[in-house]
């Protein structure tokens, strides 16, 4: 017979590996060379949609600069690269040829600002899949992340920070 203290350990164990496996499940980053890719995600798209947003931040922590200068996806017919902009009170989306990576620096592709357009999807991003992405840099050349799809909104991007 398992002692009361024994039970409540053996809970308690339990407990808190499920919530090292939920949090460890739901972070993911990448690492190539000097550069990490923290969280690569996309947002979910309804049936129909035909381009979809994907983001994650993009750490240089070498000392040189460098580009992210495309990306390709199987899920889609191709990737641009993008930033969003007012233009006095209209938001205004445009593709860019590169985008720009400091020495030292973060650059957070995320949904009103710079982030990759999966442009002619194959199917719809559902909420929980998982999304093949290869990165192309300038200087360190290309890596395989994966984005998680999931249902958030710029806002709630904006009350996290």
């Known amino acids: 017979m398992i002692s009361v203290m024994t039970y409540r350990q053996l809970l308690t164990l339990a407990l808190a590996g499920f919530l090292a496996t939920a949090t460890t499940a739901h972070a993911h980053d990448f690492r190539l060379g000097s550069l990490k890719i923290d969280h690569p995600w996309a947002r979910a798209t309804l049936p129909g949609q035909s381009a979809g947003g994907a983001f994650a931040s993009v750490h240089n922590s070498g000392d040189r600069a460098e580009r992210l200068l495309g990306a390709t996806s199987p899920a889609a017919s191709r990737v641009e690269l993008h ?18 990576l400091p020495p030292g620096k973060t650059v957070t592709l995320a949904p009103g600002g710079l982030h990759l357009m999966l442009i ?17 840099f300038e200087k360190a050349g290309e890596i395989d992340v994966t984005l998680h799809v999931e ?7 904006a009350h996290k920070h």
């Open 83 to 100: 930033e969003m902009r007012m233009d006095g009170d209209v938001m205004r989306m445009r593709e860019v040829s590169a985008l720009e």
């Open 120 to 136: 002619g999807l194959k199917e719809p991003l559902k909420i929980g899949a998982r999304v093949p992405l290869k990165l192309r």
């Open 151 to 157: 249902n958030k909104t710029a806002d709630t991007e």
